[in-house]
């Protein structure tokens, strides 16, 4: 530990710099020991996460090693250290929150989804409930009730065109809707319950 200590002092950051370029194993050792606590430090006051900023330390370094024939470039190595730690902390909240924004967009779109879903799930049933309740009317009933609330004829139109009485047309609507609602209770119950 003392000869890595002396190594350390010996070597000016530019030095430093130079070496690592030149694919000194050892220089990048002690850069990693000189810069390491506080790239480290910087990260976790970001990120608020010892585990993540360690991540984001560790890749800084391996992208240093990986790019060390630009380092004999650098002019101000604190500086420069610091800019590249600030960077990719930055960029990892920048990808954190597009991830958040997408995984958003994502529960907005399958809650979407869902209520399309439900809902067209809900009209078929609805769909089958009126066929159910329909086979349960006369064929003449039938066919008055459909030409009144699928068709909007008015009771006399239903008259005329089937010739019957008004009244008649009438009172078959009304014994249908009778049919209807007592039937309705129950499928709202199993629509929501």
């Known amino acids: 530990m003392?000869?890595?200590?002396?190594?350390?002092?010996?070597?000016?950051d530019k030095q430093l710099f130079k070496e690592v370029s030149e694919g000194d194993e050892r220089?990048?050792?002690?850069?990693?020991?000189?810069?390491?606590?506080?790239?480290?430090?910087?990260?976790?006051k970001v990120v608020k996460s010892p585990h993540v900023a360690e991540e984001i330390?560790?890749?800084?370094?391996?992208?240093?090693w990986e790019q060390r024939e630009?380092?004999?470039?650098?002019?101000?190595?604190?500086?420069?250290v610091f800019i590249v730690i600030?960077?990719?902390?930055?960029?990892?909240?920048?990808?954190?929150?597009?991830e958040q924004n997408r995984r958003e967009k994502l529960w907005e779109a399958l809650q979407q989804q869902v209520t399309d879903e439900g809902t067209s799930l809900e009209a078929e049933?609805?769909?089958?409930?009126?066929?159910?309740?329909?086979?349960k009317l006369s064929p003449q009933q039938r066919k008055i009730f459909r030409?009144?609330?699928?068709?909007?004829?008015?009771?006399q139109q239903i008259a005329d065109e089937l010739h019957l009485s008004r009244d008649t047309v009438k009172k078959h609507v009304a014994n249908s809707?009778?049919?209807?609602?007592?039937?309705?209770?129950?499928?709202?119950?199993?629509?929501?319950?």
């Open 125 to 135: 049933e609805a769909e089958l409930f009126l066929e159910k309740l329909l086979a």
């Open 57 to 64: 330390v560790q890749e800084v370094f391996i992208r240093l």
């Open 2 to 12: 003392s000869d890595l200590l002396n190594e350390k002092s010996s070597f000016n």
């Open 27 to 44: 220089a990048f050792r002690i850069m990693y020991n000189r810069y390491y606590q506080r790239m480290y430090s910087f990260a976790a």
């Open 177 to 193: 809707l009778k049919i209807f609602k007592a039937h309705l209770k129950n499928f709202v119950q199993l629509l929501f319950f």
């Open 147 to 155: 030409m009144s609330r699928e068709d909007g004829f008015s009771h």
């Open 70 to 80: 630009l380092l004999c470039e650098v002019k101000n190595p604190d500086n420069y």
């Open 86 to 98: 600030r960077n990719h902390t930055y960029n990892y909240l920048r990808a954190v929150a597009r």
